[in-house]
């Protein structure tokens, strides 16, 4: 299937600061959510995307649809040390392709 | 409280020897699914099921069976674990098939086959 390549794979932070992930993908997803997961934890949905172009925010996150329709990003600002975690893209067609994930280490 | 409940969370079990992870959501979804998550790879989807006694393949299927017969449960079953099984499992499930209806994960097990 299609694969999504999500970027940066790890990131260490200073608290306080503004975070950036994307992900992108050769094929076009109807559909683009980011999801958080921590230790010992399943993903936990962060923001779901549905129309091309959309911006949306949750507090301090903010995720944007891609205009083509085949990337999205996601932005952290005034990080906090409860961030920590990893941060999974995903696309959604009829099915739903994940990222590698974006490993977050934010320092107090 | 909406959960979707996985058990057990962590196993190590030997090669060959059969094992059931059980999954149930008391949500009264139609969807449920399987996925397994290996580090540099995400997750990729083993199974899933659009409702009772409807099931399909999905990325990655070999190796594993799933059953559905009650909305609630969806067990994932080893038949003949092998090693390169060893991985973090995840059941999910939602609503229907509406476009805006999202996923709900487990909270995951940890599966070691030595």
């Known amino acids: 299937g299609q694969q999504l390549n999500q970027s940066p794979q790890s990131m260490f932070i200073q608290e306080g600061e503004d975070v950036s992930m994307n992900c992108t993908s050769s094929?076009?997803?109807?559909?683009w959510l980011w999801y958080k997961q921590e230790p010992g934890e399943g993903p936990v949905l962060l923001i779901a995307?549905?129309?091309?172009?959309e911006l949306t925010s949750n507090g301090r996150l903010t995720a944007q649809f891609g205009i083509t329709r085949k990337d999205s990003f996601l932005n952290i600002s005034a990080s906090i040390p409860s961030d920590v975690g990893i941060y999974f893209c995903?696309?959604?067609?009829?099915?739903?392709?994940f990222g590698a994930g974006t490993r977050l280490t934010v320092k107090p | 409280e909406a959960q979707v409940t996985q058990n057990p969370r962590y196993l190590i079990t030997v090669t060959g020897k059969k094992l059931t992870v059980t999954c149930s959501q008391n949500?009264?979804?139609?969807?449920m699914s399987w996925y397994r998550q290996d580090p540099g790879l995400g997750l990729r989807q083993i199974y899933y099921?659009?409702?009772?006694?409807?099931?399909d393949k999905g990325d990655v299927p070999e190796g594993y069976k799933v059953s559905r017969k009650e909305k609630r449960n969806f067990p994932l079953i080893l038949e003949s674990p092998s090693p390169n099984q060893t991985s973090l499992y995840f059941c999910?499930?939602?609503?229907?098939?509406?476009?805006?209806?999202?996923?709900?994960f487990g909270p995951g097990t940890r599966l070691t086959v030595t």
């Open positions: 999910a499930s939602k609503h229907g098939t509406g476009s805006t209806y999202e996923q709900y």
């Open positions: 094929s076009i997803f109807n559909t």
């Open positions: 995307l549905y129309k091309a172009g």
């Open positions: 995903a696309g959604r067609n009829n099915d739903m392709r």
């Open positions: 949500m009264n979804h139609e969807y």
């Open positions: 099921s659009m409702n009772v006694e409807v099931t």
